[in-house]
């Protein structure tokens, strides 16, 4: 209940500010579904400000990705979310386009490269340790609702002020394309996003202090961040128990003999 408030919130405030009120169905048009587990379509074609077309498979070239919905003409949400994105991968020690992938999927096929290209130029600019060359901002095309809804991004365009209404948030994804964890709003904490990445890796990423934080942990949907689980600490003490009882039992062996 505590999530969805707040993704209702994130949208509502925007049609607020614009002084539209929000229409009466708003609730099941727009939002985000969890669907944790779920196929992405990886072979979805995406376009990017440059004019390279690739598969959502081939830009992950093996590696997971932070995907995220919008439109580069926002007025609202859609700035604030690319600029959470940057600041949070500016703070990590993982990099864009070389440990992970960043992809921003445009939503408004009214828009064309310029202003994905424009929206680069404004990460390069004003957050140039996000690494902006290796994202990748992808225009609108036939195949974005089909993603979209595989993601459990619901949006609409409101014909009354000719803006889209959406939630605010991104997923990471697996690199073979299943979607792993959900963060909500426009402010990330990189940490809690790093974990994620290193935990969708499936190997890849991260060490053995990694696997350890992500063995005693758990990710809380409604917080977007990893917390301490008892059951878990429990379970690894008790295995480090087990692992010097029989240690101590090996070495008095030892001595025995």
Not at 81 to 104: E, N, Q, S
Not at 116 to 132: Q, T, W
Not at 141 to 166: C, E, I, K, M
């Amino acid at each position: 209940m505590k999530v969805f408030r707040f993704v209702l919130l994130i949208i509502v405030l925007p049609l607020l500010m614009a002084a539209v009120p929000p229409p009466p169905d708003l609730e099941r048009r727009a939002g985000f579904d969890q669907h944790v587990g779920a196929m992405l379509p990886t072979r979805t074609r995406l376009t990017d400000d440059r004019g390279i077309t690739r598969t959502l498979a081939e830009i992950a070239d093996g590696k997971p990705l932070v995907l995220a919905f919008g439109y580069y003409r926002c007025p609202n949400l859609c700035d604030l979310t690319l600029h959470g994105i940057a600041r949070a991968a500016a703070t990590m020690p993982l990099v864009p386009g070389k440990d992970y992938g960043i992809v921003f999927a445009g939503i408004d096929p009214r828009e064309n490269g310029t202003e994905a290209a424009d929206a680069r130029s404004m990460i390069a600019r004003m957050e140039p340790g996000a690494h902006a060359e290796g994202w990748t901002f992808a225009k609108a095309s036939d195949a974005t609702p089909a993603l979209a809804a595989a993601a459990g991004f619901r949006y609409f365009l409101d014909p009354r002020n000719g803006q889209y209404a959406h939630p605010a948030g991104l997923l990471v994804v697996t690199p073979d394309g299943h979607v792993s964890r959900y963060f909500f709003g426009v402010s990330f904490d990189p940490g809690a996003l790093r974990l994620a990445l290193v935990d969708a890796s499936q190997g890849r990423l991260g060490g053995v202090i990694d696997r350890l934080v992500l063995l005693c942990c758990g990710y809380d949907p409604a917080t977007g961040r990893y917390s301490l689980l008892v059951s878990r600490i429990m379970m690894v003490l008790g295995c480090v128990f087990v692992l010097l009882m029989i240690a101590g039992w090996l070495r008095l062996r030892r001595r025995a003999r």
